[in-house]
Structure formats: structure tokens, C-alpha cells
């Protein structure tokens, strides 16, 4: 069995199928008695889980945390919503589950729709309990993170918020149906160092409790291996581990070319944990901070306040290296429950980060405020996602003045910080030599500027063979991009996944690139490239490359080289 290699490393363990959540569809019943009794079976169990819920995130997080799980209780014993339930079933028959959710459409549609803050972050409240009840009552089970043995999470797909819920030190890997190297899920993987493997067309031969090992760079899984490849896998992860180990020697040293030419390997993060990856590996600054990650598994926005802690956790700790912290990349595959999104054809073409930020002042407002309060912590870069035209930046810096205002009159404190932008729509990159003049710096983001140059969804596993990075028209775009950035005397980074992709780094490199931001994971082995790259080689590497007329040719071309 195989399937597309998304997060390097060897994962082993019992095979956990998590089902889908599906809505429940209309189904009627002739034993309404039975669905009551199941009714009330899955309130009790989801009640015990809740206080056990309370108390474990009261220990492990903190009181005002555990106070959710504690407001969950009471919606579930709500008498309304019990009650509505209950009518449906007897006076309609629906079968519980449907019961529920009809019940949870109603009162979500109802509290979104009040002209209260307070009450519409509530919906998200109630569709949690509900889908908690619906879950229980189809049997789809939570993960047993208990278990003595490591588990492979098999599913037909993770979202970005089910990767950050799980627990590193339980969890030996991932094997997806759907996804590629640059869905968001793929992406935290690699964060947190956990083996992955997406885009497995026949996945449904998987079956819970089977032991499987698996390979996260070439994609190969085994199911029940025998001995002989149990022992080939052993000797690979004593392999792959002894690298690890003698990378580490270059822990401290500087990333610096033969001829002398230093550039800058920073890290991407999700969340300020990820910065002990980021230690670990002597990141030298962070390239991204992905804040969206702030907003998600939670149901209401993160405060200013909250914000403004995470911002100077990660400035601090990062003592004066740079730190790119990107406002709400929203949208696409990253969804927020509590936002009130509409339904979209194309999400990724559609109402998201800037696009959406901007027609959110407030919102929008409420993370400059805490970004501008921790410029004073640390070398911070406040960076723009999905910017396509000038009035985008523009209308961003007026907000900035606006909030510089309203921290003043407040008598609250901020620094100096730069300004910049991400690179990831063709329209920014064509005109970056106009851009350039409005921002401090530009960063390219690949794995968005990939999927809208080539018309390729980037989480679509049919065609991931025509989303490549060595597309004629990607390397010209970034060659322009840096171009033209320099020329206007900025800084030009590139925080997309091909920055750290060892076969491109070279190509990069000779373009003039001077920051690459990374999975914390692959710092290391970059520097040991870089230290062994000059100038003069990489530059005749790139007129080669920019000779050849197709992607195919070009891939195959330097992975040769670089075998
Ligand atoms: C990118 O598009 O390259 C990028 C870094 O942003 P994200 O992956 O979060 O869309
Ligand atoms: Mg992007």
C-alpha cells in the first residue's frame, strides 16, 4: 500500500480508524420508546465525559478553561433542549440522532442570528454538546488516547484543528485518504515531527487494530509486516535516528556557504509550543507564525489579552531573532466555528485571511492591538497573508495608525516593527516591484503561489502529481519576486514548504534568497547544505535549470543531482 510521503519518518502502531462525523440524515422509527432510551443512554455517558473533561482540563490547562466543559453540562441538561429533542422523536419519530440534529440546526441558526456577541459564541457551544450526543449515539468513537501502545490515526481526512488536539507522545503517525505535501495537516505534522502519510487511494483495506509500519518520506505501508521487514524497518529507524544525531554537530554554527555568503534558516511555527522544536533545532528566528492556530479547538476568539501573551511568549523566547508573526490566514482548509463563514464552491479562491480581515475591522483590530503591544519583547515582523494589491497594504497600515492611536490613549506602550508581506497569489508577485515599495519585506509562500500559478488544488491527491514546485513558471516567479524585492532594498524570504525542500535550496540560494523558514525538523540538514554550497556552483546549477522547458525535466534533473 502506498501513498504520498508528508512528514519524514518511520511510524509503527495499532491501526485507530477514526470515522467521519456525518449529519445525520432523516431516518423515522416505529420504536420511539427505543431512541428515548438511547436518548438518555448518550446523555449520561456524555455528561460523564464531560465532568471528566472539567477536571482533567482544570488540572492540566486551568480553571477558566475547564469552566467550558462545566457550561457543556448544563447545556446537555438543559431542559429546552432535551425537551425539543424528545417531541421530535415522539411526535415525528425521528430516530434520535436526526432528532438532535434538527434540535442543533434550530438553536444554532437562532443564537448566530441575535445581535449579541455573547450569545452567538454559543452556537458553537451548543453544535459541540450536540455533535458530542450524535457521536454517541451513531458509535463513532473518540480516540482512545489511554492506550500502553503507540496508535496510527487512520482517517479519510484530519483538519488542521484534529492535528493540534493530539497528543504527540501518543500518537506514532498518521495515514490519510486525502491531502497532500502542502495541506495544512501535512504542514503540522512536520511541526511536530509525527511520521505522515496522505493521499492513500485504498485506505478502506485498513482495519482498527492492525499493526502496520510505514515509511512518512516514500509513502510505502506495510500491514502486519513480517519479521524480516520488521527488522529492515528497525534498522531504518536506527538509521534515520543516527542522522538525527549527527546533525547536531552543527547545532550553533552559522548557515554559511564555502564563499562566505551567510543566509538566515528560520522555522515555521503554529503555536508558541512549537518553539521548543525551534530550540531544539537552533532555528534562527521564526519565519512564520501561523496565528491562526491560536484561533482554533476553542470556541470563541482568542482576547487581545490572550493574543498579546502568545505574541511576547514566542518574542521573548526567541530572544532578539527575528520573529515573522502572520495576522489571520482564515479560510481555505483552516475554518473557525465560532466565525460566522458563509458556505463557499472554492474556499481557497474565496473570503479569506486579508480579504476577510478587512471587511472585519474589529476583528481585525483586536490582533494589531495585541501585535503592536509585543513589538516591545523582541525583533518583531508583522506579516500580511493573501495580499493581491496595494490598497490591501495600504488599508492595513491606516488600522495599524488607528490602533497606534488607541493604545496612546490608553497609555499603552509599542515599539518599532517592520512590515511585510506574504507572496503567494501570482497578481502579488507580477507586481511585487510595485509592492515592494510599500512594505519592509517579502516572504514567498509557496505552497498557496503553487496551487493558484498552476490552477492545482493543493489538497487534491488525484492531481498532486501536477502541483510541483518545479514548474517553469514558479521558478520564474520567484526568481522575479526576488528580483524585484531587492531592487527595492528589502529582505526576501520564502516561508512556503519548498524553502525547505533540499533538492531546491541550491536553486534558492543561487536566486539571492535571504531568509528560508522551515519545519523546525529540517534546519539542521539545510545548514550542512548551505555550508557546502558557494555561489559560483549554484548560479551555473540555475542556468541550467532555467533552460529546461518542463517541470518533469526539472525534477528529474536535480534529484539526480542530488542523489
Ligand atoms: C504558503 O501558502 O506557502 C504559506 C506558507 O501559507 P499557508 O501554507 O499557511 O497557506
Ligand atoms: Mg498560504
Known amino acids: ?67 467550558i466543559f462545566k457550561a457543556h453540562q448544563m447545556m446537555l441538561s438543559d431542559p429546552e433542549l432535551v425537551g425539543k429533542i424528545k ?15 434538527v434540535v442543533k440546526d434550530e438553536m444554532v441558526a437562532l443564537f448566530l442570528g441575535l445581535d449579541n456577541d455573547y450569545m452567538k459564541e454559543r452556537a458553537a457551544d451548543i453544535k459541540d454538546v450536540c455533535n458530542g450526543l450524535i457521536k454517541l449515539l451513531l458509535g463513532i468513537e473518540d480516540i482512545d488516547y489511554h492506550s500502553e501502545e503507540p496508535i496510527v490515526i ?49 485506505i478502506s483495506s485498513l482495519e482498527d487494530g492492525q499493526y502496520v509500519i510505514f515509511d512518512g518520506s516514500t509513502g510505502e505501508i506495510t500491514i502486519d509486516p513480517s519479521e524480516v521487514l520488521l527488522t529492515k524497518h528497525k534498522v531504518k529507524v536506527e538509521a534515520y535516528e543516527q542522522e538525527k544525531i549527527l546533525l547536531q554537530s552543527l547545532i550553533g554554527k552559522e548557515s554559511l556557504s564555502k564563499d562566505g ?40 476568539m482568542p482576547s487581545e489579552e490572550e493574543q498579546f501573551t502568545a ?16 495576522t489571520l490566514d482564515v479560510g481555505g482548509d483552516k475554518q473557525l466555528s465560532y466565525l460566522d463563514f458563509p458556505k463557499e464552491e472554492n474556499p481557497f479562491l474565496g ?7 478587512l471587511d472585519h475591522p474589529e476583528l481585525f483590530k483586536i490582533q494589531l492591538r495585541a501585535l503592536l503591544r509585543a513589538s516591545i519583547y523582541g525583533n518583531l515582523k508583522i506579516m500580511l497573508p493573501m495580499i493581491s494589491s ?35 497569489i501570482p497578481a502579488a508577485a507580477i507586481i ?3 509592492l515592494a515599495k510599500a512594505v519592509d519585506f517579502f516572504s514567498i509562500g509557496t505552497n498557496d503561489l503553487i496551487q493558484y500559478t498552476t490552477a492545482v488544488d493543493r489538497m487534491n491527491e488525484t492531481i498532486s502529481e501536477l502541483y510541483t514546485p518545479y514548474h517553469p513558471a514558479l521558478l520564474r516567479l520567484i526568481q522575479t519576486v526576488i528580483k524585484n524585492g531587492h531592487k527595492a532594498g528589502i529582505w526576501v524570504g520564502m516561508c512556503g514548504e519548498v524553502a525547505g525542500q533540499q533538492d531546491m535550496i541550491p536553486l534558492l540560494f543561487a536566486m539571492g534568497l535571504d531568509e528560508f523558514s522551515m519545519s523546525p525538523s529540517s534546519v539542521l540538514k539545510s545548514r550542512a547544505l548551505i555550508r557546502s554550497m558557494d555561489q559560483e556552483s549554484a548560479n551555473s546549477l540555475l542556468e541550467e535549470v532555467m533552460q529546461f522547458d518542463n517541470a518533469k525535466e526539472i525534477k528529474e534533473y536535480l534529484q539526480k543531482r542530488q542523489a
Open 1 to 67: 500500500m502506498k501513498g504520498i510521503g508528508a512528514s519524514p519518518g518511520f511510524g509503527s502502531g495499532r491501526v485507530f480508524i477514526k470515522k467521519e462525523f456525518n449529519e445525520p440524515i432523516l431516518k423515522c422509527v416505529d420504536d420511539f420508546e427505543s431512541e428515548l432510551d438511547q436518548l438518555k443512554w448518550s446523555s449520561d455517558l456524555l455528561m460523564e465525559k464531560l465532568k471528566t473533561l472539567e477536571l482533567h482540563t482544570t488540572e492540566t490547562i486551568g480553571a477558566e478553561e475547564g469552566e
Open 87 to 101: 417531541q421530535l422523536i415522539r411526535e415525528k419519530k425521528y430516530d434520535a440522532s436526526y432528532a438532535v440534529k
Open 154 to 202: 487512520v482517517a479519510h481526512d484530519l483538519t488542521p484543528s484534529d492535528t493540534a488536539s493530539i497528543p504527540k507522545d501518543k500518537v506514532s503517525g498518521f495515514i490519510t485518504a486525502i491531502g497532500g505535501v502542502t495541506s495544512h495537516t501535512a504542514i503540522m505534522s512536520r511541526t511536530l515531527e509525527i511520521p505522515a502519510v496522505v493521499g492513500v487511494s485504498d
Open 261 to 300: 555568503r551567510k543566509v538566515e534558516l528560520a522555522c515555521n511555527i503554529g503555536h508558541p509550543d512549537d518553539l521548543e522544536y525551534v530550540l531544539d533545532n537552533d532555528g534562527e528566528g521564526i519565519g512564520l507564525f501561523r496565528s491562526e492556530f491560536l484561533y482554533m479547538n476553542r470556541s470563541s
Open 311 to 326: 505574541y511576547k511568549t514566542v518574542l521573548e523566547q526567541m530572544k532578539d531573532k527575528p520573529v515573522v508573526i502572520r
Open 351 to 357: 473570503y479569506r485571511a486579508i480579504r476577510y480581515c
Open 390 to 424: 496595494l490598497d490591501q497594504i495600504n488599508r492595513t497600515k491606516e488600522l495599524l495608525e488607528i490602533c497606534k492611536q488607541e493604545l496612546t490613549d490608553k497609555g499603552q506602550e509599542y515599539d518599532s516593527y517592520e512590515l511585510g508581506i506574504m507572496i503567494e
Open 432 to 434: 511585487s516591484d510595485q
